[in-house]
């Protein structure tokens, strides 16, 4: 073998070395950001589900309403007297104990907030 052909090989065996270094180096980082940006997705809060009820106001408080609702079919949960804290922002409409009323409401971490009251016609 001359020593051209040895150069010319050792190159090539170089070139295909770093084009795997490269490859690896970059399979490595695509991984790494796979398992980030998944744990990161998961760990985002997903939106809330909204469920319907149709109640009567029991008791008005600053920041609740307690509510003697209908069975709530979604949640598989009987008629009972439930309260509901209010929403952190946006008004709801002025109702009184007596009134009855369609509402909707989330589970959130502190428990259950309504996001809408509505009074029943």
């Known amino acids: ?24 180096a970059a399979s490595d980082a695509m991984s790494h950001e796979m398992k980030h940006g998944a744990s990161h ?8 589900e909204i469920y319907h009820g149709h109640g009567v106001i029991k008791k008005v408080s600053n920041d609740s309403l ?18 509901f804290r209010l ?11 007596g009134d009855t009323v369609d509402f909707t409401f989330s589970q959130q971490a502190e428990g259950y ?8 016609k």
């Open 1 to 24: 073998m001359s020593v051209f052909s040895a150069r010319l090989l050792s190159a090539a065996a170089l070139s295909v070395l770093a084009f795997f270094t490269v490859a690896h």
């Open 41 to 48: 997705e998961m760990s985002m809060p997903m939106a809330a």
């Open 66 to 83: 307690s509510i003697a609702h209908q069975p709530v079919a979604a949640l598989n949960w009987p008629a009972m007297t439930m309260t």
């Open 87 to 97: 929403p952190e922002t946006g008004a709801l409409p002025v109702v009184n104990v």
């Open 113 to 120: 907030r309504l996001d809408s009251v509505t009074p029943a």
